[in-house]
Nanobody, 124 residues
Framework: QLQASGGGLVQAGDSLRPSCAAS????????MAWFRQAPGKEREFVAA????????YYADSVKGRFTISRDNAKNTVYLQMSSLRSDDTAVYYC???????????????????WGQGTLVTVSS
């Protein structure tokens, strides 16, 4: 099970750090990712961390502004978001997969487990 939290209402340029708590050793044995879905749009990839190496991957739109990280002791994955813009407004979802292949990291259909989402609203 995944539990996302830490969303909120911020102003453009601010920072926010949503977190995703796993019920077990999910974050260490699974590849973890963040996706987002804005109103009227499809769910899109934001960031991911590969399970074995911890290597990170980002969407071009957030590269240099967002950082995905994990705390294995807490079974928690974080998404540090900086320099937020109004187009970052969305519901943010964390996802996990133990069997995903590297080439599918950006595909939401490839993930077996999902958190409930946390709303991030950026006012301009």
């Amino acid at each position: 099970q995944l539990q996302a939290s830490g969303g909120g209402l911020v102003q453009a340029g601010d920072s926010l750090r949503p977190s995703c708590a796993a019920s077990e050793r999910t974050s260490r044995d699974y590849s973890m990712a963040w996706f987002r879905q804005a109103p009227g749009k499809e769910r899109e990839f934001v960031a991911a961390m590969w399970r074995s190496t911890g290597r990170t991957y980002y969407a071009d739109s957030v590269k240099g502004r967002f950082t995905i990280s994990r705390d294995n002791a807490k079974n928690t994955v974080y998404l540090q978001m900086s320099s937020l813009r109004s187009d970052d407004t969305a519901v943010y979802y964390c996802a996990a997969s133990q069997r995903i292949i590297l080439s599918s990291l950006r595909n939401p259909s490839a993930y077996e487990f999902w958190g409930q989402g946390t709303l991030v609203t950026v006012s301009s």
